[in-house]
Structure formats: C-alpha cells, structure tokens
C-alpha cells in the first residue's frame, strides 16, 4: 500500500533539494574566499578556480544555473563581472556586456544581491520572472562572501519554478498544502486558484524548512 504524503514529507523534499545547494555555496565562499586573500584577482583566475567544480555542481538536472557573482570593484580587470553558467547547455555568461557601457550588466540592484549584502545572510529570492537569463519564474539562492573584511560577491545558483513544481505538486496536492517564500508568497500550491506568486490570505499551520526562508502551509 501506497502511504499518502504528509506535510512533513512535504518539507522533507523541499530540504533534499535546497541543502545540496547551500552546501555548494559554501564550498564557492572558501573558495573565492582563499582566492581573494592571496592577493589580486582578475576575471581569468577567478574563472578557472570556479569552473570545474561549479560545472560538476551544475550536472544537477533539477538546477538551471549558478555560478559567483562579483561586487564592483573587487577584480583587478573588470569592474563588474559574472562567473556564471546557464542553462542546458551551460552557457557561461561571464561575456555577456550590456551593449551601451560594455560592461557586464549591472546586477547589484537585484534583490538576490542587495539583500545578502546588507543582512550578510543566506537569501532565497523568487519566485520572481528572470528577465536577464531564462525569461522563466525561478528561485534564486544565494550567500555573501566576505574576504579582507569587505564583501567581494555573491555565491548563487537558480531553480526554475517549474522544475519545483514537477517535484513537489504530487505531495503537496496529497498533503493539501503550499510552499511559501519568506513573505507569505506562493512558490508551489494545491490549490489551482493560488496562482504564483500570490499571497498566502489563510493557513492553518505553517511548517518552516529548517535552515530555509521557505515554509510548507497547510489550508
């Protein structure tokens, strides 16, 4: 017999599927981290100290993307840049210059970056419609990372919206539930009225994903 999925099995799959990511944000901040401290660092050093491990990360077929975002003014070479790497194929996105300045594009007013700026926390972004890489909703997680007392970036990695939903709406429609951001906001929902996005008017529970800004709510 078949035993039907709990909320607790609920947030159980949400843990399986972002503490793998966590993991690997921590690996990329002792990475760049020891980078940093060793003196100068350009967008070539930094590219080949990320890329193996990043692209073995990234194998992961329920990932997207993910990569190291840098803060301005850090490398020796560049003012802005992304060692980054997107979609199926995964594309490096580290050349991608806005046409007007040449320059990469200039991320640092996304929330995924100013938020772990100032709370110098793991941050989960989303959903929120990615207009710079995949046009797609997705959640973005990502971790500052701190070297000679300043922030020199962001570790991140994306998740589309749809990979959540083709993993988790079988047991959330068993457990009659929703997963939601730390705002209150549907990621993933039972409810076919409760569009993404939306925000979550009524629960009887909440269970937090440990470790997580999101929750499993109970209608």
């Known amino acids: 017999?078949?035993?039907?999925?709990?909320?607790?099995?609920?947030?159980?799959?949400?843990?399986?599927?972002?503490?793998?990511?966590?993991?690997?944000l921590e690996r990329v901040r002792s990475e760049v981290a020891a980078l940093f401290e060793a003196g100068p660092v350009t967008t070539t050093s930094l590219r080949e100290r990320l890329e193996p491990g990043s692209l073995e990360f990234l194998r992961n077929p329920n990932l997207v993307g993910g990569g190291f975002v840098v803060a301005p003014g850090v490398l020796s070479d560049r003012r802005l840049y992304l060692v980054w790497w997107q979609g199926e194929e995964r594309d490096?996105?580290?050349?991608a210059d806005a046409p007007a300045t040449g320059e990469a594009i200039d991320y640092t007013r996304q929330p995924w970056y100013r938020t772990p700026e100032?709370?110098?926390?793991?941050?989960?972004?989303?959903?929120?419609?990615?207009?710079?890489?995949?046009?797609?909703?997705v959640m973005t997680t990502t971790m500052?990372?701190?070297?000679?007392?300043?922030?020199?970036?962001?570790?991140?990695?994306?998740?589309?919206?749809?990979?959540?939903?083709?993993?988790l709406l079988p047991g959330l429609r068993e457990a009659g539930a929703t997963l939601v951001n730390g705002h209150g906001k549907a990621i993933v929902s039972a409810d076919p009225q409760l569009a993404t996005g939306a925000p979550l008017t009524t629960a009887r529970d909440m269970i937090p994903?440990?470790?997580?800004?999101l929750s499993v709510a109970l209608s």
């Open 92 to 95: 490096f996105l580290g050349d």
């Open 144 to 167: 500052p990372v701190y070297a000679g007392g300043r922030m020199v970036g962001v570790a991140g990695a994306d998740t589309l919206v749809e990979t959540l939903e083709t993993m």
């Open 209 to 213: 994903c440990r470790g997580l800004p």
């Open 1 to 24: 017999m078949t035993r039907t999925m709990t909320p607790i099995d609920c947030v159980a799959q949400v843990e399986q599927h972002f503490g793998p990511i966590v993991a690997e």
């Open 118 to 137: 100032r709370t110098g926390e793991l941050t989960l972004v989303g959903p929120y419609v990615d207009f710079v890489c995949t046009d797609e909703y």
